[in-house]
């Protein structure tokens, strides 16, 4: 060997990683992929009470295949159970909302910190499921939206 890489072995990822996950009390010892056992991950990990753990004596955040999965699905139930994605939202969104609604952050949030703030508020927000119905029903029947209406596109403008 030169001494210089092909790019054959970097673009299959470590070959001589191993997971760095402690599942059930016992190390995983499958190889790791290009997964990130990320902040983010591990707060979901945390809520959705996997018996997952971080094992600290390796010197990298890569988890294999198979707990990728396990987390995924995790996540996945979560969307399922009629939560609101608020990471899949532009940083504006998210400021927008955080200004409209006065949601007290410390300054200098990064997008995912700045979006589980704004989900802790968003589920204080008592909401009647009948109310939203009917204002959703009337709207899409008057083909109008409150957007519109401020932007001078009410239905009644248009012509027939």
Known sequence: ?????????????PTDQICC???????CSKVAGNASYSKRIQNTVAQKRLNLSLDNTVGHFCICD?????????KDSEVANNEVD???LQINTLRRYQRRYEVLTRPGLNKAQLADNIMKHFKTIPIVKEHVLTYFIYTVKTNGNKLDQKNGLNSSNDIM
Do not use: V
Not at 66 to 74: N, P, T, V, Y
């Open 1 to 13: 060997m030169n001494g210089f890489s092909t790019g054959e072995e970097d673009s299959r990822g």
């Open 66 to 74: 198979l707990h990728k999965r396990i987390i995924q699905s995790a």
């Open 86 to 88: 608020l990471h899949h």
């Open 21 to 27: 996950l402690i599942d059930n009390s016992e190390r």
